[in-house]
């Protein structure tokens, strides 16, 4: 038996260059070629889960990678594809895939300066360079996480001990019913049980209400509970809209509260005026939790926090070392970060490489640029679907999120409410299976409408036009009357 964990220099170099011929052909022209999703994956998807443990090594590793890129195009939904409109895209740029690369390559680490010296100040540049572009408080710093879920659990942690301790006896939590899961979840995980999470109806734009915020804060101290934290949405996944954060940010002053705001994808638009007069007070928060694989275009798995004291962190993460890491704690610079004291991960992924050498390759300005376009884009396609009979915008945009209805026919008859609910949703699955574009439902005041995220750099404003218009005839083909026997042709 010949078994290695090498291969031959000349076949490294064959890999290398045909694992960049798949990805470049992919982040290429190839992205109008390829379908959204492909329909036919479910077979590979059952042989790959039986696939027996495969004991000898490949006859063929180029022919191997080329199955896998055949796999990977063919086998999922691409959040990278223009015409990708659900959910939140992520639009890697070809910089944050090499950074990547690079990192995974020399297996560089993070969690300890003494053996990662140079990833941790490009780390903290790069998070620097973040909180600038976001108009953040000087002093603000933080780390990169794996997105926004371990973003929000990070900051709500700091939170916690900064403000009730690890026990967190009678601690109490407040948001609105737009928030995204991973809070309620991080919630959980720190101890917080359900009947100290206080979550709000949103008001009539969504958004969390001062007043009946302020009553349940005043009910619950009298009920000798301990308020201590106000998660603020800067861009909600479904509707893309903004909490009053001034005015959050001034009670949570008053009221001695810890104010995090998620901004997983919204919080990106303060690069541009524009974004930053709607997400006014961002600057006020104590935490951001912000996803660069979102609206900064960077590959899946880079998320980031952000804390105005980044001290809590320490607070909250740092532990005493073992004799083998102490021995590096020694002889560092000013302003050096130990981040293994910052976060629950002592081996970390490079993340910030890809986010620092996509700004260092294009700076600051293409991305404001971009972000401002993918707010133009949802202007124009809001204003397009207004202009067309039978379509109707519900909210937006907002953040570069548009919401729509097609609207039940002049005459006779008319659907169910349950009937058009179900509508939507299949003909959202029809667009998907037609590989041509990806949307989804969402559910507004009770009634579900097609959602667009048009934060891509890459859609093109016929593109997104043709994909609404084709939402269109679905909706009348899934909702015309049928023809009655006999009818005139």
Known sequence: ??????????????????????????????????????????????????????????????????QVGRLLREGNAHPDHPDFLAFVPSPGTVTGVLGTALAAGFAVPTGWRFTGRVSSAIESATVRWLAELMGLAPGTSGLFVSGGSAANLTALTAARDALVGTEARG??????????????????VLGIGEDRVRVLPGDAHRRIPLRGLARQVARDRHDGLRPF???????????????????????????????????????????????????????????????????????????????????????????????????????????????????????????????????????????????DRGQAMADDIAAYIASRPGLEVVTGPSLAVVTFRALPPATGPFPSREDTDRTVDEVCHDLRSEGRAMVVGVTVAGRRVFRLCVINPRARYDGLRAVVDRVAELWRARTAPPERPGAAP
Request: one cysteine or more.
């Open 1 to 66: 038996m010949n078994a290695s964990l090498t291969l031959p220099a000349e076949t490294v170099t064959a890999l290398g260059h045909r694992v960049w011929e798949i990805l470049s052909g992919h982040l290429g022209a190839g992205h109008r070629g390829l379908p959204v999703a492909s329909p036919g994956s479910a077979a590979d998807a059952v042989r790959l889960r039986s696939e027996p443990l495969p004991d000898a090594p490949a006859d063929d590793p180029i022919a191997l990678v080329d």
């Open 171 to 188: 601690a109490t939590a407040y948001f609105s019913d737009q928030t995204h899961l991973s809070v309620p979840r991080a919630l959980h």
């Open 229 to 371: 934290l106000v998660v603020a949405n800067a861009g909600t996944t479904a509707t893309g809209d903004v909490d009053p954060l001034p005015e959050l940010a001034a009670f949570c002053r008053d009221e001695d509260l810890w104010l995090h705001v998620d901004g997983a994808y919204g919080a990106a638009a303060a690069l541009t005026e524009r974004g930053r007069r709607v997400l006014a007070g961002l600057d006020a928060a104590d935490s951001v939790s912000v996803d660069p694989h979102k609206w900064l275009f960077q590959p899946a798995g880079t998320g980031c926090v952000l804390l105005r004291d980044p001290t809590c962190l320490t607070r909250a993460f740092g532990v005493g070392l073992p004799g083998y890491l102490d021995a590096g704690t020694t002889g560092h610079d000013e302003g050096e970060v130990d981040y293994l004291h910052w976060g629950i991960e002592q081996t970390r992924e490079f993340r910030a490489l890809r986010l620092w050498l996509s700004l260092k390759v294009f700076g600051a300005d293409a991305f404001r640029a971009a972000v």
